[in-house]
């Protein structure tokens, strides 16, 4: 079926240049992009104060090969790159997004109905917000309630084995021996083979996280902080 398609027009499209230095965490960030169904591409533009910015591009439910252009700091990528998504799908007008495709309908694959427009651009919002949401996810991880349920489950066998070891049921709950007797336990285990699922937000040495869902002991480079 023949697809509608935005041309985007403000870009220097004779001086765009491929941009190789993208960080870590955004590169994870257009990673998860892709597994969402979106193509990236991403260019600096010298001509323009060295402006470095990622097309990104994907099939709306009624076949428009949408593409937008999100920019990004070159030093702060990936928190830059977020806010701008996140911009966009905030100010994205979709009255503005169907008037442009009026004159188009039934041609070449557009929809015949004005509602079928309005349908499709809401459709894109919902899609460029629901890519924020799980790109945020990957530069600030939260566990899930089940992840959280787990960890509440080993703090709390914890808990009752050091009220059994001191002989006292009115033992103080207390993270700093709680968390700390509960990593003793899970590094043990993993060191003599066993498979100990203890969801954690692991941070790098570069500031970046991510969640291990399965204990690591001795993590080099980073730390893990359950919850």
């Known amino acids: 079926m023949p697809l509608m398609r935005i041309t ?17 965490e955004l590169q994870r960030m257009l990673d998860k992009a892709e597994e ?36 990004f700091d070159a030093e702060d990528q990936a928190e830059s790159f977020l806010k ?3 911009d966009y799908a905030d100010n994205f007008d979709v009255d503005g997004h169907v008037e442009m ?46 992840q959280s349920a787990r960890c509440d489950e080993i703090y709390n066998a914890v808990y009752e084995m050091c009220k059994v070891v001191v002989g006292d049921e009115e033992l103080e709950w207390d993270m700093h021996y709680l ?12 060191n003599r083979g066993y498979k100990v699922r203890f969801p954690a937000i692991v941070t790098e040495e570069d500031g970046s996280q991510h969640i291990e869902e399965y204990y690591k002991p001795d993590q080099e480079g980073g730390e893990s902080e359950n919850e």
């Not at 027009?9 to 765009?16: L, S, V």
């Not at 968390?179 to 993993?190: K, Q």
């Open 8 to 24: 985007q027009m403000w870009r220097d499209d004779k001086r765009m240049e491929e941009y190789k230095n993208i960080s870590k």
């Open 36 to 71: 969402l169904d979106w193509s990236y591409s991403v260019y600096v533009e010298p001509s323009q104060n060295n402006r470095t910015y990622a097309e990104m591009e994907k099939y709306s439910p009624a076949g428009e090969d949408f593409l937008m252009i999100i920019d």
């Open 84 to 86: 701008d998504l996140w």
């Open 101 to 146: 495709w009026l004159p188009e309908r039934g041609k070449g694959g557009c929809p015949s109905t004005a509602r079928e427009l309005v349908e499709d651009a809401e459709a894109i919002v919902e899609m460029i917000k629901e890519l924020y949401g799980e790109l945020d996810g990957i530069l600030h991880p939260e566990l899930s309630d089940e």
């Open 179 to 190: 968390g700390e007797i509960a990593e003793l336990a899970a590094n043990m285990m993993v």
